[in-house]
C-alpha cells in the first residue's frame, strides 16, 4: 500500500476523534496532501464512521481534477472544501475539519473571539482567521471562499459552521485542533459563570503562543502516543 505510515497517522487522528466525541456522526473530514504541489491528496471516504477508520479506507484524490463519485464515495462539501484548500493553500499539507461541540458553539457567537485567559487560550492569540460568509452546505464556491479567508493562518473559525485547521503534518493538525477545543471548552465554560474574565495581557499572551509554538516534538509525541494507544487497543486501523 502506498504512503502507509501517512495513511496509519490519518487513520489514527480519526479514531481518537471518534473516541473524545469530536467529530459529527459521518460528517466532518481530515485529508492530507502527498504531492509537492498539494495537489494529489487521501480523505476520508463518504459513510465511513470514523471509529472503524483504516488506512486502506482513506481515497486519494486529485484536487485538480473533479472526481468520478461525488455523492457516492465522495462527500460533495468534503470535495468542496477540502479540494479548493489543496489547490489553492500551499500549506495546507494537512487540513482537519469538525463541528466540535464547543469550537461549534464559538463559532455561533455574534463575536467569536477567544481571549487569552489560560494557557491554551493564548496558544491561539492572534493566530486565528475569521470566516462569516456561511451560505448554507459547504458546495460551491465555499471552498474558493475559505481558502482566501485562511490567508497564511493555520485555524479558521467557520462562522455558524465549525472550525478548520491546516498544517505541515497530521501530528500538528490534530494536536492544534484537539488544543483548539479544549480552549473553546474552557472559554465557554468560562463565560457560563457569569463571573468577570481574567484576561491575560498582549505581551504574555504572545509569549505564551511563541512558547507553544517553540515546544519541542510537542505535537508528534503526542500522535505517537495516540497511536501506541490504538496499536494495543485498536489494531486494525494499522490494516
Not at 489514527?12 to 456522526?25: I, Q
Request: aromatic share 8%; charged share 25%.
Amino acid at each position: 500500500m502506498k504512503h502507509l505510515e501517512e495513511r496509519r497517522d490519518l487513520a489514527a487522528a480519526f479514531r481518537m476523534t471518534a473516541r473524545l466525541g469530536m467529530n459529527e456522526g459521518i460528517a466532518n473530514h481530515y485529508s492530507l496532501a502527498l504531492s509537492d504541489d498539494g495537489a494529489r491528496f487521501l480523505m476520508n471516504p463518504y459513510g465511513r464512521h470514523w471509529s472503524k477508520m483504516r488506512a486502506s479506507d482513506l481515497l486519494e484524490l486529485d484536487a485538480k481534477a473533479e472526481p468520478s463519485g461525488l455523492g457516492e464515495d465522495i462527500d460533495p462539501s468534503a470535495w468542496a472544501i477540502h479540494g479548493a484548500l489543496h489547490r489553492n493553500v500551499l500549506q495546507a499539507r494537512c487540513v482537519m475539519h469538525l463541528h466540535s461541540k464547543y469550537a461549534t458553539v464559538l463559532a455561533c457567537l455574534k463575536d467569536p473571539a477567544m481571549p487569552p485567559i489560560d494557557q491554551n487560550t493564548m496558544r491561539f492569540y492572534n493566530r486565528m482567521a475569521f470566516d462569516d460568509g456561511y451560505d448554507g452546505f459547504g458546495v460551491g464556491e465555499e471552498g474558493e471562499r475559505l481558502s482566501r479567508t485562511l490567508g497564511n493562518r493555520s485555524v479558521l473559525l467557520m462562522g455558524q459552521h465549525g472550525i478548520l485547521v491546516v498544517g505541515p503534518s497530521v501530528a500538528q493538525c490534530f494536536d492544534d485542533i484537539y488544543y483548539f477545543e479544549r480552549a473553546a471548552e474552557t472559554y465557554i465554560t468560562a463565560l457560563m459563570t457569569g463571573k468577570e474574565l481574567n484576561i491575560a495581557s498582549d505581551a504574555v499572551a504572545e509569549k505564551t503562543a511563541r512558547q507553544w509554538e517553540d515546544y519541542p516534538g510537542f505535537a508528534h509525541k503526542h500522535l505517537a502516543a495516540i497511536r501506541a494507544i490504538l496499536n494495543e487497543e485498536e489494531p486494525d486501523y494499522l490494516q
